[in-house]
């Protein structure tokens, strides 16, 4: 029999109730009629289909070992974001489903994915004839494989496929225009602020060009070159190795006399050569009258093609007194990079790529008794052109004065308007729509979700909102919004409203980031960069104004995230939110991942990304390999953020002496992003910290591991001290694992240990070494259960019994009957209505076998019943006031006294017993009971709680 986590078979896994007999003789030819038999079974017709995958990869030179192997996956969905290979090809009049994509679903099928996330935008906007034949085909042939594919209806943080009105603009204010005889002109005008941004100007010949400043260092050369975009000249940095000294090789302006609240613009052209590592940037920055810097944004590109355009656009904070210019590379890049016509402009007064529609357009008034002037009686506007890429080359708009209206020659007048410009030139289409629009859901959100529900039928929609560049700006959004996080809510909730409508059983699936406290959500001025208001828009999701039902696929790329991977995961399942985790090009994140989702019941599972740059051969088998057979479960996890009390001893740790908690950004392991407190501790071999007790279980092989570093450059050797203890906290015994070989930078170290007899807690101690004097930081503590296949028998007695399922299996009432010979009835506790629910064949009714939760299963004579699996790890089971049924799913026995002492409100605690036909039963002066695993019991409560396996 192979064990799921045998070493050296890699990549074997199998759906439960995938079987194969053994039957089989060792190296038996599969083709020849050495073979006895081969049985592969399955509780679903997917079982089947993955076990037939599993012979395959068995199969050896066309023989295969006589094997027994029963397997099921631990996570629900194994999915991929493909931003590459399942993008179809266009054929002149529709798109198509390619041989190509069909040998890859194929691939994904024989590794066992069994979800693929599609990533074109907007392809449901436009006319069925189009896509539907593709994507039909597409739904059909991965459903086959038992992938299931989840379409997206479209990005909020990509404008593309909208038309022009649908942009979320900037808003321009109560700009002053005056009146000539004719027109409106702006007081201040659209003018190029920059002086000899050319670069033609050297009066001198110093070879810096006037009114700039150039800092070039030794291996980062700045210098007027001839090859120019316009002109005879530009300006070139040459970085041909990586140096340290291209970070402060600048060139650079500086301009006084720029207008608060207002958006500039900074437009050039750039072209660029074998550039590496990191690409250059042409940067624009405000700063106050204290000289501080305000908004900064950049623009940078890999290597080009000839001249591209490149720029930004700011909005300037109410402070700002200067705007201040410059272009790099930082070290480790390295290439060439050219700058030509550099230009900045201040665009309020510029009237230009102006949007026109029904909810938003140009409103015009009296600057003395803000009377509004009406459009037709008092002026006219004279269309400019629109581009969903801003530039100077655009016509602008014109206000013209009608003769009989009410504007006289010369008269100011305050002028709004939506216009729509780009963060970065390079990324122009990066910015949502705008959802404050009801024509975005009548006219693009809601014919798109009626067409793919009817074509296709999904389970899934992914609707991702990842990384918005530009939100809640324009005065359409602040018009009807009090907030981003308002206005994100109110998007997602009539997505999500609008598709339950169609499909009630088709769920709604965004990245998290936006709507996480612990990623972009969590960023006060996320938006403020983009031209948008500040406010965290995490709290959608903290107000709980995000409908639960929408799935949250939390993505952090690097195990440097750690702590906000688990902070993120732990706050969605606390606010009720199903979640999955994505890994993409960092393989050791592939395996945290499966670990940290395993921490957390009902987490859906995992969703690699493809954004290319990755072998994804390799982490993709890695990927489905750790989600479909999690090696270890995640069972505590800490990384020291909390500390409610700010006594700084992080929550649930204790200490000896004086060790040192510290949230210095140069002590912690990993990144803190947006507000995350990301902390660490500082011990040595007297000054110590130790946790609280941490459940465990008895005779388990466990992993400990920490992120460590040593603060000096001595020998001394830092240690995981760890002591156990029994159900009541009596401390049992003690060991102590030195860590060999600790350096300077942090690095991951593990110790492995196995659980005594009767262990039902341990402590951690953090420790330098004994009398030792130097101290270490620790940061992110891992305990990690080594998951483990063991049986379960049942001697089932004629009549009833009692019992829960301790092992992770997935059945449903209708499987368990079929698996138990001679079964009769199954009977189901529902302790919320306080009645029974009954599953025999003839019955409607079939119902899930839940962990944690008690059975009884009448049986026709006595009859044995053995199941094979992973144990169940943790459970967390609502008790209502009344009887529960539960069942003991641990390994330790236990009583039914502790039973009746660890769970809140208990008033009595029932066993079933066979051969009295009646229960045995446990209060205070009554005579106590064993409770085995496999056990069921009853108790009732006076109060509700939430029952985790306690006992
Ligand atoms: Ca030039
Ligand atoms: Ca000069
Ligand atoms: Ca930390
Ligand atoms: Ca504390």
Redo the contacts with the bound molecule.
Sequence with gaps: MIKLNSVGIKNISFYHYSLFLNHLTDNAEIFNDSIKEIIIAGNAPNGIFYGVQTLIQLLNNNSVRGVFILDYPDNKMRGVYEGYKIRFEWNGSAYEFTQEQKDYIDWLASLKFNTVFTVENGIFFKNESQWRDAYEEFFEYSRERFIEPVPRLCSISSVAPFSFEFYEGWFVENESFIFNESFALPEKPFINLLPNGDFEIDSDEDGIPDNWTVTSKPGAIWKIDNDSYSGNHSMKLEVPEPTQNSTSSYLRIEIDGIEPDSYYCLLSKAKAKNITNVRPQLTIYTKNTSGEVGVVQSDITWSTNGWIDFGCCIKTPSDTEKIVIYSRIQFPGKGEFWVDNVRLYRVNGALMNVIRASDTDIKVIDAVNKKIYVEGIDYEILNGTTSIKFSDSLTPFRIRRLPLGNISPGEEVMVSYDTYLFYRATSYWSSAPCVAREEFYTEYIYPAIDKIVYYLHPKIINADADEIRGFYRDSRMMRKFNSNAEAIAYWANRTNNYLTSKDPQCRLWIWDDMVSPYHNGGVEDYQVRYGGLPGRMAEATENEWIDKSIIMDIWWYSDIWL?QMYASSKFFREKGYDIAGSPWYEIENIESWSEILSAFQNSLGGVVTNWGDIPYEEHFSKFVDDFWNVKNNLVYFD???EDENNDEIPDNWFKYGNPEYSTDDSE??GKRYADYP???VRVDGSNIFYSNYIPVEECKNYTISAFIRRNDSSSEKPSFKICWYDAYKNYLCEEEEAIENVSNEYGNYEVYISSPRNANYLRIYLKGEENGTESFWF??IRLKMKKEVFSHEYSLQKGWNLITLPIKTGYNASLLYKDIRKCLIILKWNSSKQNFELYVPSSPYDFEIENGHGYLIAVENNTKFTLTGISVGNVSIPLYIGWNMLGWFKENEITASSIYENITGCQIVLKWNNSKDDFDLYVPGLSDFIIKRGDGFLVAVSEESIWHGEG
Excluded: I, K
């Design positions: 702590s990384s020291f953020e912690f392991y990301n902390c660490a940061d992110v």
